[in-house]
């Protein structure tokens, strides 16, 4: 399967106890959903299925088929968990969007000028953040709310901004 039909749904971090257990930060609009989608993948082929979840805190912590102790819990650190494409359904919801569709979607300010590219989204806890890497190299962070994005066109890849004033500006010392 291609990457571009993948789907990151989590990404498994420490073990959890000592019986297999692991923690998963997942992407997912309700974190036991990542339990939904039956099988998961790693992308490299291997396949994980979730027998257990609960949730703990930011993240849920699982018991995957196969996983009985902590050695094998241990090894699957890092591990990305992606789901096909055609695996999720369509929202009904205009403004939800997949991740995986906003990355390199270029950005275009209010006269139509390219301002940068997206790279990722973040979210430190107040809000979704457009991480957008400016022709002129630097990464800036731009809040992800309609008043500040109103268009998207993921067919055309071009979301359409209104900024906040001076966001792109370059800083003094780099003038």
């Known amino acids: 399967m291609s990457e571009e039909n993948l789907i990151l749904l989590g990404i498994v971090g ?26 998961l993948s790693d992308g490299k082929g291997r396949s994980f ?53 906003l990355i390199g979607c270029a950005v275009a300010g209010p006269e139509g000028a390219v301002l940068g590219t997206v790279t990722a989204i973040e979210n430190y806890g107040a809000g979704d953040l457009l991480d957008i890497a400016t022709p002129d190299g630097r990464s800036v962070l731009m809040p992800f709310t309609r008043a500040f994005v109103p268009r998207i066109d993921i067919a055309a890849r071009r979301i359409e901004a209104e900024p906040p004033l001076g966001l792109f500006e370059p800083d003094d010392d780099e003038r």
């Open 49 to 101: 299925a979730i027998a257990a979840i609960r949730p703990a805190k930011e993240v849920v912590v699982a018991r995957i088929e196969g996983v009985t102790t902590r050695e094998g819990a241990q090894a699957l650190n890092g591990t990305e968990l992606f789901v096909a494409r055609d695996k999720l359904s369509v929202s009904e919801d205009e403004d939800e969007f997949l991740q995986a569709d």
């Open 14 to 39: 420490a073990p959890h106890g000592v019986r297999g257990e692991v923690r998963i930060k997942t992407f997912t609009g309700d974190p036991l959903a990542i339990a939904d989608y039956g099988p």
